[in-house]
């Protein structure tokens, strides 16, 4: 399998590059003691009156500091308790999408905004025979999606029309971390019911990244979607003039990717653009685990819909600039190397 995990602090990588590593905890306190040192030396040059005033300004500090710690305590429990509360919606959504449960008329009555949209003499489109939940919810919610929709290949969208539903566990402190589950119908491309990917964070007030560790992927035999298979002549060494045909694998583009986060060299050789990249790589993943948590995950249905698409330009290279747009959804496959399988 592949060891899927990196550690992703910036502060980490940049110390990696020179001297071995510290730890986030070893890289905070020889900040906070450097500010102290800062702090005396200021101190020793300030007038007696105005050190006195800055003494109780520090005394309103601390009462601040005790003030604020009770509020991130508390809002760490209101967020655990609205997961909660928002865990039988979530299911709900779940059996609606999957033809496992029908609304009822009182239902979908309720829903705010829910409008009947009908040009005048024009039919509305017929159910399918038999159609249940609906169809391509998470795929399409997906490809509507400005960051998602640039890592999706051809090949993907067949192996994610199996994907059932996205959930999101937060850590028991949800400063702490969270975890991305990708449920799955059986198919043709790996056994594997789910996929995960679990994001672990440092920090209080400014929460940073720790590490990410991704899962193993049990892809079926020839439908790996992370690799093309390259047919290459290669010389024989027995023999000089005759060749032989060889089969091999090259990593690709593919979604799928995202269950392999980028792994942090531990080569001190390693030079700075290539440590600039790799941190810009580890930034890109763990925004992208944010669009999930944050975005995608609790607006599914608005992404389905395409209402919760951007009509504001977006930053350069995360949208492509030949997406075609159908009733109004972005449905076009942004330009991504193709992963061929042969």
């Keep these: 399998g592949i060891n899927a995990e990196y550690m992703g602090s910036p502060l980490l990588l940049t110390s990696m590059h020179r001297k071995p590593p510290q730890?986030?905890?070893?890289?905070?306190?020889?900040?906070?003691?450097?500010?102290?040192?800062?702090?005396?030396?200021?101190?020793?040059?300030?007038?007696?009156?105005?050190?006195?005033?800055?003494?109780?300004?520090?005394?309103?500090h601390t009462d601040y500091t005790a003030m604020h710690d009770q509020?991130?305590?508390?809002?760490?429990?209101?967020?655990?308790?609205?997961?909660?509360?928002?865990?039988?919606?979530?299911?709900k959504r779940r059996d609606i999408v999957q033809g496992q449960l029908e609304p009822t008329e009182d239902e979908i009555a309720a829903g705010s905004k829910i409008t009947e949209v009908k040009e005048e003499g024009e039919e509305p489109p017929r159910d399918e025979e038999g159609q249940k939940g609906i169809p391509l919810f998470w795929l399409t919610a997906l490809k509507n999606?400005?960051?998602?929709?640039?890592?999706?290949?051809?090949?993907?969208?067949?192996?994610?029309?199996?994907?059932?539903?996205?959930?999101?566990?937060?850590?028991?402190?949800?400063?702490?971390?969270?975890?991305?589950?990708?449920?799955f119908e059986e198919n043709p491309y790996f056994t594997n019911a789910e996929l995960t990917k679990t994001y672990h964070l440092v920090?209080?007030?400014?929460?940073?990244?720790?590490?990410?560790?991704?899962?193993?992927?049990?892809?079926?035999?020839?439908?790996n979607l992370t690799v093309v298979l390259k047919k290459k002549k290669q010389r024989s060494k027995a023999q000089a003039?005759?060749?032989?045909?060889?089969?091999?694998?090259?990593?690709?583009?593919?979604?799928?990717?995202?269950?392999?986060?980028p792994k942090v060299p531990m080569d001190a050789e390693d030079s700075d653009d290539e440590l600039d990249e790799l941190e810009e790589l580890v930034e890109t993943d763990y925004e992208l685990g944010r669009a999930f948590k944050d975005r995608i995950i609790p607006k599914a249905v608005d992404w389905y819909t395409g209402e919760a698409i951007t009509t504001m330009p977006m930053p350069m290279g995360l949208r492509g600039d030949d997406d075609d747009e159908v009733g109004g959804m972005k449905m076009s496959q942004a330009g991504q190397p193709e992963c061929k399988q042969q």
């Design 145 to 183: 999606n400005e960051m998602t929709e640039d890592i999706i290949t051809d090949k993907d969208e067949e192996c994610l029309k199996s994907l059932l539903d996205i959930t999101c566990k937060n850590f028991e402190d949800p400063n702490k971390g969270f975890t991305l589950t990708f449920h």
């Design 203 to 223: 920090g209080e007030e400014e929460i940073m990244l720790e590490k990410a560790v991704g899962c193993d992927i049990d892809w079926r035999e020839n439908k």
């Design 23 to 60: 730890t986030e905890n070893e890289a905070m306190a020889e900040e906070k003691e450097k500010g102290l040192e800062r702090a005396r030396a200021n101190k020793n040059v300030m007038p007696s009156d105005i050190l006195r005033r800055v003494h109780f300004l520090e005394a309103l």
């Design 241 to 261: 003039k005759t060749t032989r045909t060889v089969t091999k694998t090259e990593p690709c583009n593919s979604f799928f990717n995202f269950f392999t986060p």
């Design 71 to 91: 509020y991130l305590a508390e809002m760490r429990e209101l967020e655990k308790r609205y997961e909660d509360l928002y865990a039988p919606l979530y299911s």
